[in-house]
């Protein structure tokens, strides 16, 4: 079985510019999610998803974070314009749907913004 | 509020030795579920063992166990014979409210770093 996807896996921008990481989950898995995680720290969830709808994006900037998962498949995380601290691996996460919660990670974004 | 502390930043031990990870949360939820994910220098995150709150039993997985205390609020992580693959930063996670509106979200601790010397 495939695991999570993303692309691209380090990517280096200059402060106010955009950019935009893809996610494509375990094939089946009903929700996503991304994370946040900054150097040193536990994951932090951004936006989930059920299907193509959005479950929890409480936490997601939303005045410069941005996220869609048409067709309930893959989906896109946007930042724009970037700031220095959004300096963080970007997690996409994919659940089953099984009670427990129990999800499975992707590689990560490494993003640097300088 | 739900929290999740782990007090520990960083631990080493030798290859072969056993280790404990520990991890302390404060939740009024009843039900809920506890994980234990690996994080290697790779980035990759790894599901390692997970626990039912409602489960008196403790979990294991090969040379991985818990050791969860409902009443204390506790979820510690016991590694026996280390290896050096078991390198990486550990992570315990809670899903807090299983079912409702906190379905499937992920409350993660601080993290610890774990190093295995040969």
């Known amino acids: 079985e495939a695991g999570v996807a993303q692309s691209p896996r380090y990517k280096i921008i200059e402060k106010r510019q955009s950019v935009a990481f893809w996610c494509n989950p375990i094939?089946?898995?009903?929700?996503l999610y991304w994370y946040q995680q900054i150097l040193g720290q536990g994951p932090k969830l951004l936006i989930q998803f059920q299907n193509n709808g959005v479950v929890d994006d409480s936490q997601l900037p939303k005045d410069r974070f941005s996220a869609e998962r048409l067709k309930g498949v893959d989906s896109t995380l946007k930042i724009q314009p970037a700031k220095l601290e959004d300096s963080a691996v970007y997690l996409c996460?994919?659940?089953?749907?099984?009670?427990?919660?129990?999800?499975?990670f992707g590689p990560g974004t490494r993003l640097t913004v300088t | 509020a739900q929290t999740v502390t782990q007090s520990q930043p960083e631990m080493s031990v030798q290859e072969a030795e056993t280790v404990t990870l520990s991890c302390t949360y404060d939740t009024s939820e009843s039900n809920y579920y506890l994980f234990w994910y690996k994080q290697p220098p790779s980035r990759q995150m790894i599901l390692v063992i997970r626990?039912?709150?409602?489960?008196?039993q403790n979990a294991t997985e090969n040379r991985f166990s818990v050791n969860f205390q409902k009443a204390a609020k506790s979820f510690s992580l016991k590694i026996s014979d280390s290896q050096l693959g078991d390198t990486a930063m550990y992570f315990c996670a809670f899903n807090f409210g299983a079912g409702g509106t906190s379905y499937g979200k992920l409350t993660f601790g601080q993290g610890t770093i774990l190093t295995v010397h040969p």
């Open positions: 626990q039912e709150a409602y489960k008196q």
């Open positions: 996460a994919s659940s089953p749907g099984l009670a427990s919660g129990e999800q499975y």
């Open positions: 094939s089946g898995h009903a929700t």
